[in-house]
Nanobody
Framework: QVQLVESGGGLVQTGGSLRLSCTTS????????MAWFRQAPGKEPESVAV???????DYALPVKGRFTISRDNAKNTVYLQMNSLKPEDTAVYYC????????????????????WGQGTQVTVSS
C-alpha cells in the first residue's frame, strides 16, 4: 500500500518558520516529481513547490524566496522549509507524487499527480 504522510504543520506567528515533511512508503519515488500543494478554504488547490529526481526545483511566485523544497531519497522523504510566513500562507498543505514526470514546474496540476498525502494544516496568525 502506497502512503504519503505529511507532518510538521501547526500554528505560527507572522514571520515565523515551519518545516513540513512528507514520508513515503509502499514504493519508491526517487525518479519521480514530488510536489507540495496547498488549499485554503474556498479556494482551489495550488502548486507551491516542485522538485524532480535530480533536484531541480520550481516555486509558485508568492512563495519564491521564502520556501525551499528538498528531498532525501535515502529516507524517502520530501521537505518544505517555510520561512517568513504570512497569514495568506494559511492552508492545508498536501504532498503529492507525479509518477513518470521528469521536469519540475510550478504549473504542475493536481490532476497530473498520482499519489497524495492526507494533508497537514498550517495556520499563520497576524
Amino acid at each position: 500500500q502506497v502512503q504519503l504522510v505529511e507532518s510538521g504543520g501547526g500554528l505560527v506567528q507572522t514571520g515565523g518558520s515551519l518545516r513540513l515533511s512528507c514520508t513515503t512508503s509502499g514504493r519508491t519515488f526517487s525518479r519521480d516529481v514530488m510536489a507540495w500543494f496547498r488549499q485554503a478554504p474556498g479556494k482551489e488547490p495550488e502548486s507551491v513547490a516542485v522538485i524532480n529526481w535530480s533536484g531541480d526545483t520550481d516555486y509558485a511566485l508568492p512563495v519564491k524566496g521564502r520556501f525551499t523544497i528538498s528531498r532525501d531519497n535515502a529516507k524517502n522523504t520530501v521537505y518544505l522549509q517555510m520561512n517568513s510566513l504570512k497569514p495568506e500562507d494559511t492552508a492545508v498543505y498536501y504532498c503529492a507524487a507525479a509518477v513518470g514526470m521528469g521536469y519540475a514546474s510550478r504549473w504542475l496540476l493536481p490532476q497530473n499527480c498520482d499519489y497524495w498525502g492526507q494533508g497537514t494544516q498550517v495556520t499563520v496568525s497576524s
